[in-house]
């Protein structure tokens, strides 16, 4: 099956290829917008995994640096393991991809989407979100539905769709919208604290497009030879699940309302263990049925309570966030800390305050840049009561990190405000539902503890859906069981005056715009209310930074300084680094960065560095050392390394016959720069020149006149 897909869209053409390469594969997309071309392939394995109960789901999303017409770095010259970027762009399409899959469905699948074109000015991850649904859409496999993802800029007041990068740069919102003609799957977005009303109004508009292209999508498939493959449901017998309900109901209710996370999982598992272990291990089948009863029950108590009853199993209302818990300064040593608790999830937060040469290198296709604040999330297995080794940083922590920056980086100061390299960690202690926010909130407290000059607090909260029939109820902060049988995963954050961030997840075919917003206003309702705890700890950012932060003085030099002050090698650089253990950063515009923790150390080495970029002003007084005096003038060192000339005509404004009889090297002048031509300085002492130094020429042996009237 070969299929061709055209659609113009917003001024652009998408063409798309189906199964037109990589033919082995199970279904295969080539996808072209302006000159950016992705390949999607996507292949299954054709057994189901035995006793699974999720989704075995991969998705690599990679960029191939020829596709810039770009040369990979490092020794080996080739790509390697995925980078941060490539990293948070797979979990975005498995986020899009997942929910929509049959629940049965237990099939090994893996999704590679390769950027083997890219235009600069288009984000790949959008097409690359497209090819992806499309290639699954048009394969075997049981997706069946029309997947479409679009991006909205806001530039000036105006809504963009799929901006550039040139007006990513310079947009106040940057929302990737993945969803059906039915509804909205999948939504991740920045912003700098951009009012709810303007995010809602710019949904509107993003599921307009989705709709269009999703329609467009739906027409070419209805008329395409592809056949899937059928999928057993997830059935449980009426006889097996009323008998299981009648046993269990009662006591999973007692268990689901036990006081702590711990202790109600330890409940719940202990039923269900009594209930598995009362079927012999050779009715596999029965106890695998049982085991889908006891969940199934389980999912809809917890439905029932929420939406029929109108409580939660921790006693919550609906709209209740739990108890908040905040503290500051509680590490002597690190250069900014915060203890943020709410209910059972904490977060031990810490800054790291370093110098431009800390900032992290990041190349990409678009360009090579560096990136001067950054945050870093660790998720250890005690935080759960689980055991697991320590292994190096998981997608999820990658992930989660990367909202929780996203929600702090719109108040991090510009680098002429606040010169310092910024690192922030955020290690969770325990957890019970959106640490991930957790750590915005932290976050925000140990900036300001730091010093930093956030000109407001950051907050953020996760809300969440349970639907049943016709009915349904958004829930603030949620926790570990509501996400687990609820519809959605909705994490916003921002300030008293707008987002900053947002993503949501759900579990459902689609969601209407209508919730979300309604879900957004809500979420402000509670961000409000978890800012004003926060600002009874801290309200405002500290005046100073910690004392064990390095200290830091910006100079700027002439760019034709920046060679003398590195010297052959970088001798000169090293020398002062050496002499004064300050650290030097020199950037191409002749932007110096000194920083030392010692204050003296860094006196030295700036007073090094001014003399070494010293230039002369023309009209400018110094106050310099004779050096050398010739027939003709004197050499007047008037800053180490830099010697002007002083004419013996401007020694003073009555005639000199020899410099020697008024100066001898080592004297201290004070001059004027009357002239600069060619490098060389032309310098003056005659409006310095004191009676006392004319008396001083005028005491010199002079020869005596005849006395006329004596002949």
């Given at each position: 099956?070969?299929e061709r897909i055209?659609?113009?869209f ?11 390469i990589?033919k082995?594969s199970?279904?295969s ?5 302006g000159d950016t071309?992705?390949?999607a392939?996507?292949c299954?394995n054709?057994i189901?995994r035995?006793?699974a109960?999720?989704l075995?789901?991969i998705?690599?999303y990679?960029?191939n640096t020829?596709a ?7 020794f080996?010259k ?5 980078t ?12 899009s991809?997942?929910p929509l ?5 237990y ?8 950027v083997y ?22 394969s075997?496999i049981?997706?069946?539905v ?5 991006r ?6 105006n809504?963009?769709i799929n901006?550039?990068?040139?007006d ?10 993945v ?8 939504v991740?977005a ?11 109004a710019a949904?509107?508009?993003g599921?307009e497009?989705?709709k269009f292209?999703s329609l467009?999508?739906?027409k070419?498939f209805?008329n ?9 449901s997830l ?8 008998d299981?309900k ?7 209710r007692?268990?689901l309302f036990t006081?702590g ?6 409940a719940?598992h ?5 209930i598995?272990?009362e079927i012999?291990?050779?009715?596999q089948e ?7 009863a ?6 809809e108590?917890v ?5 029929q009853e109108?409580?939660?199993?921790d006693g ?7 108890n908040i818990e905040?503290?500051?300064?509680l590490l002597?040593?690190t250069?900014?800390?915060?203890l943020?608790t709410r209910?059972?999830t ?24 560096s990136?001067?604040f ?11 009561n ?8 998981s ?5 989660h990190g990367?909202?929780?920056?996203r929600?702090?980086?719109?108040l ?5 405000k ?5 690192r922030?960690?955020?290690d ?7 640490s991930?926010m957790a750590?915005?909130?932290g976050?925000?407290l140990?900036?300001m503890?730091?010093g930093?000059?956030i000109?407001?607090?950051v907050?953020g ?7 049943k029939?016709d009915k349904y ?6 926790a570990?069981?509501?996400d ?6 909705f ?5 008293e005056?707008?987002?900053?961030s ?9 969601l209407?715009?209508d ?5 957004m206003q809500?979420a402000n309702?509670?961000?409000?209310k978890?800012l004003?705890?926060?600002n009874?700890?801290?309200?405002k950012?500290r ?17 034709e300084k ?7 090698g970088g001798?000169?650089?090293k020398s ?5 253990g300050?650290?030097i ?5 002749g932007k110096?960065?000194?920083a ?7 006196r030295?080495a700036c007073e090094i560095?001014?003399?070494i970029a ?12 004779v050096t050398?005096?010739?027939n ?7 800053s180490p390394g830099?010697v002007?000339l ?10 000199i ?7 001898k090297e ?5 001059v004027?720069v009357?002239?600069?031509?060619d ?5 003056s ?19 005596r006149?005849?006395?006329?009237e004596?002949?």
């Amino acid at each position: 099956m070969y299929e061709r897909i055209e659609i113009d869209f917003e001024g652009k053409q998408i063409k798309a290829e189906i199964k037109k390469i990589a033919k082995q594969s199970d279904g295969s997309a080539l996808v072209q917008v302006g000159d950016t071309v992705i390949a999607a392939m996507v292949c299954y394995n054709k057994i189901p995994r035995e006793e699974a109960d999720f989704l075995p789901l991969i998705v690599d999303y990679r960029e191939n640096t020829y596709a810039a017409g770009k040369f990979p770095g490092g020794f080996f010259k080739r790509e390697g393991r995925p980078t941060e970027h490539e990293i948070l762009k797979s979990r975005l399409i498995d986020r899009s991809l997942r929910p929509l899959f049959p629940k049965a469905y237990y099939h090994d699948t893996q999704v590679i989407c390769y950027v083997y074109s890219a235009d600069p000015n288009c984000d790949p991850d959008i097409v690359a979100l497209n090819a992806a649904a499309l290639s699954l859409y048009f394969s075997p496999i049981p997706f069946d539905v029309p997947l479409a993802a679009v991006r909205i800029g806001l530039v000036d007041g105006n809504f963009l769709i799929n901006p550039g990068y040139e007006d990513l740069n310079n947009s106040d919102l940057n929302l990737v919208m993945v969803g059906t003609h039915e509804g909205i799957v999948t939504v991740e977005a920045r912003g700098r604290e951009v009012p709810e009303e303007t995010v809602v109004a710019a949904l509107k508009l993003g599921f307009e497009k989705i709709k269009f292209l999703s329609l467009e999508y739906l027409k070419y498939f209805e008329n395409a030879p592809v056949k899937k493959i059928e999928v057993p449901s997830l059935k449980v017998s009426d006889e097996v699940y009323a008998d299981v309900k009648n046993r269990i109901s009662d006591r999973l209710r007692q268990a689901l309302f036990t006081s702590g996370k711990l202790a109600s999982r330890d409940a719940q598992h202990a039923l269900y263990m009594e209930i598995l272990d009362e079927i012999p291990e050779d009715q596999q089948e029965k106890r695998k049925e049982t085991s889908l009863a006891i969940q199934k029950i389980k999912d809809e108590m917890v439905r029932d309570i929420i939406v029929q009853e109108g409580i939660r199993a921790d006693g919550r209302g609906h709209k209740e966030v739990r108890n908040i818990e905040c503290q500051v300064n509680l590490l002597p040593r690190t250069h900014g800390s915060a203890l943020f608790t709410r209910g059972e999830t904490q977060a031990l937060v810490t800054i790291t305050l370093g110098t431009a040469e800390d900032a992290q290198i990041i190349d990409v296709l678009e360009g090579e840049s560096s990136k001067r604040f950054m945050l870093h999330y660790n998720f250890p297995p005690f935080s759960v009561n689980e055991v697991s080794p320590l292994r190096g940083t998981s997608r999820r922590e990658i992930g989660h990190g990367a909202l929780a920056e996203r929600a702090l980086l719109p108040l991090i100061p510009v680098e002429e405000k606040f010169p310092y390299t910024i690192r922030v960690v955020s290690d969770i202690l325990e957890s019970n539902g959106s640490s991930s926010m957790a750590t915005v909130c932290g976050g925000s407290l140990a900036l300001m503890d730091a010093g930093v000059p956030i000109h407001t607090a950051v907050a953020g909260i996760a809300m969440g859906l349970i639907t049943k029939d016709d009915k349904y109820v958004i829930l603030t902060d949620i926790a570990g069981d509501e996400d687990h049988s609820g519809d959605m995963d909705f994490k916003v954050a921002g300030t008293e005056k707008g987002i900053t961030s947002f993503q949501m997840d759900i579990k459902i075919k689609g969601l209407t715009i209508d919730i979300m917003a309604e879900a957004m206003q809500q979420a402000n309702e509670a961000r409000m209310k978890v800012l004003e705890m926060m600002n009874k700890t801290i309200e405002k950012s500290r005046d100073s930074i910690s004392p064990f932060a390095p200290k830091l003085v910006i100079k700027q030099i002439p760019i034709e300084k920046i060679a003398a002050l590195i010297g052959p090698g970088g001798k000169m650089v090293k020398s002062i680094i050496e002499r004064t253990g300050v650290k030097i950063d020199i950037q191409d515009n002749g932007k110096v960065t000194v920083a030392s923790n010692e204050e003296e150390s860094i006196r030295k080495a700036c007073e090094i560095i001014d003399q070494i970029a010293f230039e002369a002003e023309r009209g400018k007084t110094y106050t310099g050392k004779v050096t050398r005096i010739e027939n003709y003038g004197a050499f007047v060192e008037i800053s180490p390394g830099t010697v002007g000339l002083m004419h013996i005509s401007e020694f003073a404004n009555h005639r000199i016959r020899d410099l020697r009889d008024e100066i001898k090297e080592g004297d201290i002048l004070t001059v004027k720069v009357i002239g600069l031509e060619d490098n060389k300085i032309r310098l003056s002492h005659k409006e310095f020149h004191t009676p006392k130094d004319q008396n001083r020429s005028n005491d010199r042996p002079r020869q005596r006149q005849p006395d006329k009237e004596r002949y």
